[in-house]
């Protein structure tokens, strides 16, 4: 069974990972908006991504006797500066996201809960793939500058990515997978 301020947090963090998926679909409605449709793909891979890791945590929660009660999700931006501002924001919002998991982690060791350290421990190793994905990608557009033809070559790339996760949650995230 959860302590009461062990769900409450995990209950939090799944509004941030909501958060996070619409972050995502707006970042995506923007690329699409402005003709990068790859990039538009990468960002709705993510929202999917995103989604997963929400309903990860709500079956844990109810799996450990909780009950969870969604919050209210703060609207995204509606537009971005350029594509690599987008990437640059999501770096900083994926290391937020690695903050929020680190004192998660730190709240289930203060409060002995052996299983939510285990549960938690796939969190924190998707947080450092999240971060090293963006700081790839932004290192690709800092090096191509201002050049169309490369941002283009990015873009191309960026719309190969796949949904690797389960999407629909119907039956539960391990029937799905």
Known sequence: MLSKKME????????????????????S?????????????????????????????????????????????????????????????????????TSNINQLMELSIAEKDHATQIFLQWFVSEQVEEEENDNDIIARLKLIGNDSNGLFMVDKELGSRTVVVATDFSKGVTAAA
Do not use: C
């Open 29 to 97: 409605a923007h690329s699409t908006s402005i003709g990068l449709k790859g990039f538009a793909t990468w960002f709705m891979v993510q929202y999917h991504e995103e989604m997963f890791h929400a309903m990860k945590i709500y079956e844990y929660i109810a799996s450990r006797g909780g009950k969870v009660i969604l919050a209210e999700i703060e609207s995204p931006p509606e537009s971005y500066e350029s594509p690599l501002n987008m990437f640059e924001k999501t770096l900083a919002h994926e290391q937020l996201m």
């Open 8 to 27: 409450d947090a995990l209950i939090e963090h799944i509004n941030k990972e909501m958060h996070s998926g619409y972050l995502y679909m707006s970042m």
